[in-house]
């Protein structure tokens, strides 16, 4: 039986679930992991049969309950290398500090070096082999906090769900037997934030497996480090999930070909955008060619780059403040409406607050 269930989908957070053979994967954890289970169960999934993570990118929305939902569960997260250490800075919160400290800091550090290199010369006297190293003050300049450009409303959406996990570790800590053996405990949090069970790394361009799901990962254009996207194939049924992409290029157009099932953005209204709340930055950022797709691209797609065989199209990742759920839908109709099957292209909206209900092959 293969299954695909999208938890959430949108600015707030973005999970999916595959289902085939015996494997069970999460795609993207961008909910706590507490909401997370909620809906795994709520769609009849269970979370402790899930085998692995896969991450699409390190943007909040797609990674906001990953680290706490990996330990609970145990089990390996699949990233780019690029996007595993994004992860990790994102983690790693830089400390600020004004220029002056920063120059104090580097002649500290310089002193100390100097202070290490004499002790080193004094022990090392008498042997006049040893090749000189000349070690320069070199320091680090502070980088800035956060280069993700995001809405105070997606800032606090952040911070809540960083909270609402921290309680449940504190929780389950709490839950430990007195005395319980100090090797077998999980790191928390607070000690070293991006610790894993497991990670595996895989590379856009060269599929890989795991368990029984053959996975096609596939690069995007979008502002993050090494986006990609997916293309899932399971006892012969294929099903692709791009999301996040400021417009489809043909490398995108070639996965995305021959589908049971697409998963594809439909992020805004053009128009919506424009007249929105946004700050004009984030507009910007938002119609780059490293955005998101527009109801309008991801028509256009549908239109004059996709083959219109798939059984289902899900429209995903809709953006609360700048679209309609019916302005996607019928955007998306009439680009629909010229593949001539009725067996094919049964048109699905992908929710924020609800999952979306399984669908079976
Ligand atoms: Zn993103
Ligand atoms: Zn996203």
């Not at 310089?110 to 202070?115: F, L, N, S, T």
Request: proline share 6%; with cysteine; glycine share 6%.
């Amino acid at each position: 039986m293969v299954r695909f269930t999208v938890l959430a989908s949108g600015s707030k957070g973005n999970s999916t679930v595959v289902t085939g053979g015996r494997t069970r994967i999460l795609v993207d954890a961008g909910l706590s992991c507490r909401e997370l289970f909620r809906r795994m169960k709520l769609a009849g999934e269970e979370p402790e049969t899930l085998d692995a993570i896969l991450i699409t990118h390190e943007h909040t929305d797609h990674i906001n309950g990953l680290a706490v939902t990996a330990r609970k569960l145990g089990i390996p997260v699949y990233f780019t290398e690029g996007t595993h250490r994004a992860w990790m800075r994102w983690l790693t919160p830089r400390r600020q500090m004004t220029y002056a400290q920063w120059l104090e800091q580097c002649r500290r550090q310089a002193a100390e070096r100097q202070a290490e290199a004499d002790a080193g010369e004094l022990s090392a006297a008498g042997e006049p082999d040893e090749e000189e190293t000349v070690t320069g003050p070199s320091c680090d300049a502070p980088e800035a906090v956060s280069p993700d450009p995001v809405s105070p409303e997606m800032a606090r959406l952040a911070a809540e769900t960083l909270i609402e996990d921290l309680q449940a570790e504190a929780e389950s800590a709490a839950e430990l037997p007195a005395g319980a053996a100090n090797e077998d405990r999980v790191p928390s949090r607070k000690e070293d934030p991006t610790w894993l069970p497991c990670v595996e790394y895989f590379a856009a361009g060269e599929p890989f497996e795991i368990g029984d799901i053959a996975i096609s990962p596939f690069t995007i254009p979008h502002d993050a480090a090494d986006p990609v996207g997916f293309v899932f194939r399971v006892e012969g049924v294929r099903m692709a999930s791009a999301t996040d992409l400021g417009y489809v290029p043909p490398n995108v157009k070639a996965q995305l070909k021959g589908l049971d099932l697409l998963l594809i953005e439909s992020n805004h209204d053009l128009e919506m955008l424009r007249d929105g709340p946004y700050p004009w930055s984030v507009k910007q950022r938002v119609l780059s060619r490293v955005g998101h797709l527009s109801n309008e691209a991801a028509a256009d797609f549908l239109q004059n780059g996709y083959d219109g065989q798939a059984a289902y199209v899900i429209l995903a990742h809709l953006s609360e403040s700048n679209n309609l759920p019916e302005l996607a839908r019928v955007t998306a109709e009439r680009a629909l409406n010229g593949y001539a099957s009725l067996l094919a292209n049964r048109l699905l909206l992908a929710e924020q607050h609800q999952p979306l209900e399984s669908i079976y092959f």
